[in-house]
């Protein structure tokens, strides 16, 4: 079975800043990768994802995530953050069987 | 073009009543699924539906849950009866495809307290 592994619980990052939230995956098959987004009190919403093709995954906001295979990683980046982007952030995977399984979530917290 | 909707936002009741959650998906999905998050455990998928017809209920905690789907534009799950480690989020989702290459649309969430 597939499994997600963010490492960092919470980072907290100055405005303007660079940011990695690191996101490790471990599945026997090929699999699909997403970055989901919560803001406070709000439900999800897909920030990227990847399916095939270009390691380099570009989404909205500023954000961009690479696959790297022979590391099982799906690491999410933005070069500049803005304190709106304050919110949990999830890396999940699917096999293509339509389950999905989440990460436990990493908090971003924008220090001024 | 309104998003899923889920009812209510907010539930508060007592150990050992019946509760129950209510989720409208997005017109055209096929897909509609039931998740559960909590601190400790983080988002667990509890059931998802296809076309009305439920495909995996493993992620269901015990008997005291149940999901229905009796059409395209409504779906519940039950609590009966409820315990106070039933505290969560439930969220509702639904998908114009699977999970595998579509993409899940989140309804703001049922934030469920057990006393």
């Known amino acids: 079975a597939q499994s997600v592994t963010q490492l960092d619980s919470q980072v907290p990052v100055f405005e303007e800043a660079p940011v990695e939230l690191r996101c490790n995956y471990s599945s026997s098959v090929s699999v699909y990768l997403f970055w989901y987004v919560q803001y406070p009190n709000q439900g999800l919403q897909l920030l990227l994802k990847y399916l095939s093709g270009s390691t380099l995954v570009k989404g909205i906001n500023g954000f961009e995530a690479e696959f790297n295979k022979s590391q099982t990683s799906f690491h999410l980046r933005k070069p500049s953050v803005h304190i709106s982007d304050t919110a949990e952030y999830f890396c999940?995977?699917?096999?293509?069987?339509?389950?999905?399984?989440f990460g436990k979530g990493t908090r971003l917290h924008i220090l001024p | 073009d309104a998003g899923v909707i889920q009812s209510p936002r907010h539930e508060v009741t007592e150990m050992g009543q019946e509760v129950t959650l209510r989720c409208k998906p997005i017109s055209g999905h096929d897909y509609l699924f039931w998740y559960r998050q909590t601190m400790m455990r983080g988002l667990e998928l509890l059931i998802y539906?296809?076309?009305?017809?439920?495909?995996?209920d493993s992620g269901m905690p015990e008997d005291r849950f149940s999901a229905k789907m009796p059409n395209a534009s409504f779906s519940t799950l039950k609590i009966q009866p409820s315990e106070p480690r039933d505290s969560a989020v439930y969220f509702c989702?639904?998908?114009?495809?699977?999970?595998?290459?579509?993409?899940?649309?989140f309804g703001e969430g049922s934030r469920l307290t057990v006393l």
């Open positions: 989702a639904s998908s114009l495809k699977g999970t595998g290459t579509g993409e899940l649309f």
């Open positions: 539906f296809n076309n009305n017809v439920p495909i995996d």
């Open positions: 999940a995977v699917s096999k293509g069987d339509d389950k999905i399984i």
